[in-house]
């Protein structure tokens, strides 16, 4: 990207994605090319960090320096990148760093006077530290996601609250018309903090409920066939999710995030269906 005084900058966030997107890749299948362009990205986000986990989201490349600025989501996309390379490549600095990444988003980072009571979006935080079980997870992620995920249930709208069809979504008051795309994110992300309570050997009350309700959105709102009927192609649009009931415009993460939840839910639904042994 471009500062306005044109001063060439490139952030994190951006080589967080394609790092998780091509450790993905490689998790079906070895290519030295996507091997290389992984430990790129990896070294890059490791330098990128400081010393007490977080990172400096931005870098000069004309000044040849980090620019230690702090935007949402890039931490924990960075921390999920490092994951996902670690699992594919076995690099333990990349684990190293993720698990400091993680140490600091869901302790240090968010303690301040009322910090208990009011929270940012963390789904990417929450996603990073589901893929941590077994690896990097901790009892401080696993409070910290609970207790996100505990105050999302009071923002959840459930039947009747709003004159829209938005129950299972999030918002505060029953006027503004709720967005799809944090039902898609937050589902997402809640469901990784099921797997990280199972993995510790817990279920936290309600929250398989939550899931559920926010998926009963999305499925209702998705162009399945919907209003597909509106477009020039109706069949390019059929799948499709929209930002919200006011607004048919559709981007890669909406579908990202709606439909990860789904595959993910459904997969935790398939596993439990299974005999024991």
Do not use: K
Request: some cysteine; hydrophobic content about 40%.
């Amino acid at each position: 990207c471009a500062t306005l005084d044109g001063t060439a900058r490139v952030d994190i966030g951006s080589t967080a994605l394609a790092t998780s997107a091509a450790a993905e890749y490689l998790a079906g299948g070895d290519d030295e090319a996507v091997r290389a362009l992984v430990r790129g990205y990896t070294a890059f986000l490791r330098s990128q960090q400081r010393a007490d986990g977080e990172f400096m989201h931005e870098y000069d490349v004309a000044r040849a320096r980090p620019v230690d600025v702090q935007y949402l989501y890039y931490s924990g996309e960075a921390a999920l990148g490092l994951l996902r390379a670690y699992q594919v490549l076995g690099d333990r600095r990349d684990l190293d760093a993720a698990r400091r990444a993680l140490a600091h988003l869901t302790g240090r980072s968010w303690n301040f006077f009322g910090s208990r009571y009011y929270y940012g979006e963390e789904h990417w935080t929450c996603i990073a530290a589901g893929h941590a079980r077994g690896l990097a997870d901790t009892r401080e992620a696993l409070d910290f996601c609970r207790r996100w995920a505990d105050w999302n249930l009071r923002l959840q709208y459930r039947e009747g609250e709003t004159p829209w069809r938005s129950t299972g979504t999030y918002g505060v008051g029953p006027i503004l018309v709720p967005m799809l795309t944090p039902t898609g994110s937050r589902t997402e992300a809640f469901v990784s903090t099921w797997e990280l309570a199972r993995h510790h050997g817990t279920e936290i009350p309600g929250l398989r409920a939550q899931i559920e309700r926010g998926l009963a959105a999305i499925m209702r709102h998705q162009w399945t066939p919907g209003p597909a009927f509106l477009f020039a192609d109706p069949l390019g649009a059929d799948g499709g999710m929209p930002m919200g009931a006011a607004s048919l415009t559709v981007r890669d993460d909406y579908v990202q995030h709606t439909g990860a939840a789904m595959i993910r839910w459904a997969d935790v639904r398939r596993r439990e269906r299974l005999p024991s042994r």
